[in-house]
């Protein structure tokens, strides 16, 4: 039976809560026995809901012990892994203090405020012998899964282009308002679009070079819209946006993307996923409904269960490459959308 700490109760925290759960009901051996949280008021059930349905099942928060300091919890509670979902720029220094004091760690997207921090949380990985995933949940979206395996059968031939976007309400509801501060979050750039940015380089490796175009509507923020090319030897025409500012409640939030092979075409949009293949019918393809952040733990989980650290989907030095990726895009945007070479 594995026993986990979740060190954070914001919105990506109840998210993982309503998760572990999930999987606690499902008979799958593991248990979340303490919760570390700064917030006195998360002790009385206090949820935050963001952008997303992530789930606001009624808890029972009796069954957990509440910390407000992480290395104690570690320290009293009988552990097998940690799982952070703290503000981005306390990713790095958590996870490494984390697996320092013998803990796994699990930690939400983005890995880390800069490629520098990203590599501290490499080497005390390895300096410690302890497994270490970020959770880009994308990775583990059906959907997403389903374009990935197009590309590696070669089904549909080579991509010649792909286009992706989120979008929705500016993000109100953190701790402290940390997300629209850019020393904390890095702003709609590393936050947000930088799910489109993994799987951009998950999906066809990292590009020769970035350019990129970003707004800033109130200062501080970061940028709070971005649309960034991304240029590969192959010329295919890649291109993804974000906007963080579609305050309406009548829109909610969308995440879609297009890819186009040179024998079809493959298309989210308003949560549908639709096969185009050419001189065919196109259908919506069987996949599998399930929600990429339950699937993600799980997969940390069994890797803690059967030590398949070399398994794991997301390896540490590809997350650190997004972070990279995203690095360059920001020196983009800067220079009025120059072209940066990585």
């Known amino acids: 039976m594995l026993k986990v700490g979740l060190v954070g109760l914001g919105f990506m925290g109840n998210s993982h809560l309503q998760n572990y759960l999930r999987l606690e009901e499902e008979g799958f051996p593991i248990k979340l026995v303490a919760i570390c949280d700064v917030d006195e008021a998360k002790q009385g059930g206090a949820l935050v809901e963001g952008n997303l349905p992530t789930g606001v099942s009624p808890v029972d928060f009796s069954q957990y012990t509440f910390y407000q ?52 949380m490499i080497d005390a990985s390895e300096k410690y012998g302890k497994q270490l995933m970020i959770g880009q949940t994308l990775r583990f979206f059906p959907s997403y899964l389903y374009v990935k395996e197009t590309i590696d059968s070669g089904r549909y031939g080579k991509v010649v282009a792909g286009s992706f976007f989120r979008g929705g309400t500016t993000p109100i509801w953190s701790w402290e308002n940390w997300l629209l501060k850019k020393d904390k979050s890095g702003g709609c750039l590393l936050d947000q679009h930088i799910h489109d940015v993994d799987t951009i380089n998950w999906l066809f490796g990292p590009p020769e070079s970035v350019s990129t175009s970003g707004k800033v509507i109130n200062e501080g923020n970061g940028y709070d819209i971005v649309s960034s090319n991304y240029h590969y030897a192959d010329g295919k025409v890649v291109n993804a946006e974000d906007d963080w500012t579609i305050n309406n409640d009548d829109f909610g939030f969308e995440m879609r993307f297009r890819v186009n092979f040179e024998r079809g075409t493959i298309i989210l949009e308003n949560g549908k996923l639709r096969d185009y293949p050419h001189g065919d019918k196109s259908f919506e393809p069987d996949i599998s409904k399930e929600s990429g952040y339950y699937l993600e733990i799980k997969h940390f989980a069994e890797s ?9 989907r997301v390896p540490s030095a590809s997350a650190k490459q997004t972070i990279y990726i995203a690095e360059k895009e920001q020196a983009s945007a800067d220079a009025n959308g120059k072209r940066v070479s990585l």
């Open 304 to 312: 803690i269960l059967n030590n398949t650290q070399a398994d794991l």
């Open 69 to 120: 300091d992480m290395a104690e919890m570690i320290e009293k509670e009988d552990l097998d892994y940690v799982d952070l979902c703290l503000p981005t720029y306390l990713h790095s220094p958590k996870a490494v203090e984390a697996m320092s004091l013998g803990m796994p760690v699990f930690c939400e997207k983005p890995m880390a405020i800069s490629s520098e921090a990203a590599q501290e």
